[in-house]
């Protein structure tokens, strides 16, 4: 069974940098364009980033565009995050996904989720 585990959220100050991981297991990683999303409550959940199965391309939502990096460990079968410049509207639950064929940033292309890990920015 396909499964991804997120890990490495937490509570942040304003400014510092967080890097979240995710594990997943049943399938090789370069096999799928990969990614993060991000959710607020009572929000649609909204692509983050995401790295493309068929040349590792990799693309960003503009509002983390030069703070956030997604990257891969093909050989761990691990996706990471790294999060620089943290700010309080960088709160959300972040989820990592798993595509069949295209990079997407939008959620109903997904066809794997991880089960979340909650960040808060504050000080």
Do not use: H
Not at 88 to 106: G, K, Q, S
């Amino acid at each position: 069974q396909v499964q991804l585990v997120e890990s490495g959220g937490g509570l942040v100050q304003p400014g510092t940098s967080l890097r979240l991981s995710c594990v997943v297991s049943e399938f090789s990683l370069d096999t799928y364009s990969i990614g993060w999303f991000r959710q607020a409550p009572g929000k649609e959940r909204e692509g983050v980033s995401c790295i493309s199965r068929s040349d590792g391309s990799t693309f960003y939502e503009d509002s983390v565009e030069g703070r956030f990096t997604i990257s891969r460990d093909n050989a761990k079968n691990t996706m990471y995050l790294q999060k620089n410049s943290l700010r309080p509207e960088d709160t959300d639950v972040y989820y990592c996904d798993a595509t069949r064929v295209i990079c997407t940033l939008v959620a109903g292309a997904v066809d794997y989720w991880g089960q979340g890990t909650q960040v808060t920015v504050s000080s």
